[in-house]
């Protein structure tokens, strides 16, 4: 950067247990100071929203648990991999015991519509426990300073 940002300052309140905690976490992880840790925090919280919701591109792995036994669950989750057929790239299935079988999905497609696929697949009843992981890729004219 070539100027120097300025800054603001201003008191947060946390309590002891929460702040306790957050200190030796940012003390483990190497960082020097408490400020420097939640800007990082704010960060990643504002690109995440941002990713969320834009039109930009992305990949992303679904991982999700869910009771197979589960009436209609199969169907269910048959249709909306037919829906979503553009988006899923691949999906690996592990059965985990009698009951439950885990699923990643690998996705890539626009945030707003993966992050729209996870949330329907929440939504079907039996599904438990899912977790998407988004990442961005930039547009093509940011790579243009590479030889
Ligand atoms: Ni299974």
């Known amino acids: 950067m070539k ?7 201003f008191g947060v309140a946390f309590e002891n ?4 905690e957050f ?3 940012i003390a483990a992880a190497g960082y020097g100071s408490r400020s420097e840790a939640l800007r990082d925090l704010v960060r990643l919280w ?16 679904l991982a999700f648990i869910y009771h197979h036994e589960r009436r209609d669950i199969s169907r269910r989750l ?3 991999g037919h829906q ?36 329907r697949l929440s939504a079907i009843k039996g599904v438990e426990q899912g977790r998407v992981c988004l990442i961005g890729l930039p547009e093509k004219r940011q790579h243009k300073k590479r030889r």
């Open 3 to 9: 100027q120097k940002d300025s800054v603001q300052r």
């Open 46 to 61: 504002l690109a995440e929203r941002r990713l969320r919701s834009g039109e930009g591109k992305a990949v992303a792995s």
């Open 84 to 119: 979503f057929y553009h988006e899923i790239v691949n999906s690996i299935h592990i059965h985990l015991d009698e009951h439950r079988c885990l699923e990643v999905l690998i996705l890539r497609g626009r945030a707003q519509e993966l992050q729209r696929l996870a949330d």
């Open 17 to 20: 247990d929460l702040i306790g």
């Open 78 to 80: 048959n249709q909306l």
């Open 23 to 25: 200190d030796k976490e």
